[in-house]
């Protein structure tokens, strides 16, 4: 089994930064990707970016710029550096990560932007 454990999110001030954390603990022989989703009231989960073992980068249009995913094999973790932040990224942040060839999802964390 493997958990993932997520910190950072928080109330912030539009063009503010915030730094989410997520760190995979538990039986863990690979990891194919680590990344972050997110979810609005009233609206589908969305990813927002994603690092595939081997380097490869993904994020969604809305964020490039803004937003910068970052990992560290040795924690097994994942970092999601957000900076100038605005009103429409408030959401709940997941991480998701791909361990093993098993899909698993940490708790989620809030992120809310204020005007």
């Known amino acids: 089994q493997v958990q993932l454990v997520e910190s950072g999110g928080g109330l912030v001030q539009a063009g503010g930064s915030l730094r989410l954390s997520c760190a995979a603990s538990?039986?863990?022989?690979?990891?194919?990707?680590m990344g972050w989703y997110r979810q609005a009231p009233g609206k589908e989960r969305e990813l927002v970016a994603i690092?595939?073992?081997?380097?490869?980068?993904n994020y969604l249009d809305s964020v490039k710029g803004r937003f910068t995913i970052s990992g560290d094999n040795a924690k097994n973790t994942v970092y999601l550096q957000m900076n100038s932040l605005k009103v429409e990224d408030t959401a709940v942040y997941y991480c998701?990560?791909?361990?093993?060839?098993?899909?698993?999802w940490g708790q989620g964390t809030q992120v809310t932007v204020s005007s």
């Open positions: 690092i595939i073992s081997g380097g490869s980068i």
């Open positions: 538990g039986r863990i022989f690979s990891i194919h990707h």
């Open positions: 998701n990560a791909l361990v093993s060839g098993t899909n698993y």
